[in-house]
Every structure is written in structure tokens, then in C-alpha cells.
T-cell receptor
Framework: GAVVSQHPSWVICKSGTSVKIECRSL??????MFWYRQFPKQSLMLMAT?????????EQGVEKDKFLINHASLTLSTLTVTSAHPEDSSFYIC???????????FGPGTRLTVL | QKEVEQNSGPLSVPEGAIASLNCTYS??????FFWYRQYSGKSPELIMS????GDKEDGRFTAQLNKASQYVSLLIRDSQPSDSATYLC??????????FGTGTSLTVIP
């Protein structure tokens, strides 16, 4: 499989502030990582695909100026939620493909609460 | 629109019984199929992957795929209380984009 870490595991912030979430690949280099969001009692929704050295690909309906993704190295992708609002409160999870290329392995997730 | 449907449950089975989880998908071009287990408050954990028609067994878990019926299932034999979780079915067409079902909540009663 693949080992993925995320930091922080949880964060509480005030409305209007920005929050950065880090996603690290611990066992091999990842040119592509994925960012998901999960609201309570709902399934995972892909927000964007993070590509090392190039712009992220965002899914329809996801504001790229609000959810800034940077994949500056082969082991680190970051998601910044800018000007966070209570409706952005969610469970954010990143993933990467395994060495076989077909499966996805998830990080532990970051629970964001915006007051 | 690629859709993945699962019964939301909750599904309750007694300890030691077989739990059967079902999933249907809409895109006939789907190539890869996965089952993930998600404990409350945690991220999904890959249990099984299956790519061709038939059964694939791994320990107490068996995944079954029928592409003609666009159906994939997961059987859990000798269910244990630790199997209590939400099980997510995921389908992939290109290898990048994963489409997830809403999950089936399973409770194994001791």
C-alpha cells in the first residue's frame, strides 16, 4: 500500500481565517495526490487532484480560489482553505495511489471546525 | 453522471454470522472496484480490490463482481464486533477518479 500522513488532525478556527492542511507521502514519491471532503453521514467527494509541479485539477463546483492546493514536492501536498466559513466545516482527507497504481490509500484526515 | 448505489442500512448481524454488503454502479466502462472500511471519525481503509468478474477472497472477506449486472458485493464471514463500521464501495473508470457510494453501516452484535 501507501502510507500517508496529514497535519493537523483537527483544527478549530474563527470565520474569515485561513487554514493550511498538509498531506505527506511517507513511503514513496507521489506525483499525484487527491483531496476529498466528507460531510457528516455523507460519502467522500473528490475536491481536486494535486499534481506535483503543476496546477491542481479541481472538480466541478469546487472554488479553486478558496481551496488553494500546492504540490511543491513529491512528498508534500497542501490544501489551504481561505477565508473559512462555518459551511466549510468538514472532514478533509487526502489520498495517493499505491505502487500498483489502481488503489488509493487515505491519510488519517483533518477535521476542520469553523466557528 | 457516474453513480454508485449502496443500501445505507443500518445492517445488523449477530457475531459469527455472514454479513453481505451490496453495491451497484451505473457506468459500464468502470474497470476497478474497491471496498473500504471506515470507522466513525476515521478515514477509509482499503479492504479489497477486484478487477475481473468472479470472486476474490482474502481471509474472512470475499468480494464478488458481476460486470454484466453492474454489481459488486462484499461478504464478511464470521463477523466480529470489530467489523462494525461503515463500508464504502468505490468504482474507478480511469484510475484517477474514484466514485464512492454513500456507505452501508454495519453493526455486529456480540
Amino acid at each position: 500500500g501507501a502510507v500517508v500522513s496529514q497535519h493537523p488532525s483537527w483544527v478549530i478556527c474563527k470565520s474569515g481565517t485561513s487554514v493550511k492542511i498538509e498531506c505527506r507521502s511517507l513511503d514513496f514519491q507521489a506525483t499525484t495526490m487527491f483531496w476529498y471532503r466528507q460531510f457528516p453521514k455523507q460519502s467522500l467527494m473528490l475536491m481536486a487532484t494535486s499534481n506535483e509541479g503543476s496546477k491542481a485539477t479541481y472538480e466541478q463546483g469546487v472554488e479553486k480560489d478558496k481551496f488553494l492546493i500546492n504540490h511543491a514536492s513529491l512528498t508534500l501536498s497542501t490544501l489551504t482553505v481561505t477565508s473559512a466559513h462555518p459551511e466549510d466545516s468538514s472532514f478533509y482527507i487526502c489520498s495517493q495511489r499505491g505502487l500498483a497504481g489502481n488503489e488509493q490509500f487515505f491519510g488519517p484526515g483533518t477535521r476542520l471546525t469553523v466557528l | 453522471q457516474k453513480e454508485v448505489e449502496q443500501n445505507s442500512g443500518p445492517l445488523s448481524v449477530p457475531e459469527g454470522a455472514i454479513a453481505s454488503l451490496n453495491c451497484t454502479y451505473s457506468d459500464r466502462g468502470s474497470q476497478s472496484f474497491f471496498w473500504y472500511r471506515q470507522y466513525s471519525g476515521k478515514s477509509p481503509e482499503l479492504i479489497m480490490s477486484i478487477y475481473s468478474n468472479g470472486d476474490k477472497e482474502d481471509g474472512r472477506f470475499t468480494a464478488q463482481l458481476n460486470k454484466a449486472s453492474q454489481y459488486v458485493s462484499l461478504l464478511i464471514r464470521d463477523s466480529q464486533p470489530s467489523d462494525s463500521a461503515t463500508y464504502l464501495c468505490a468504482v474507478s473508470y480511469t484510475g484517477n477518479q474514484f466514485y464512492f457510494g454513500t456507505g452501508t453501516s454495519l453493526t455486529v452484535i456480540p
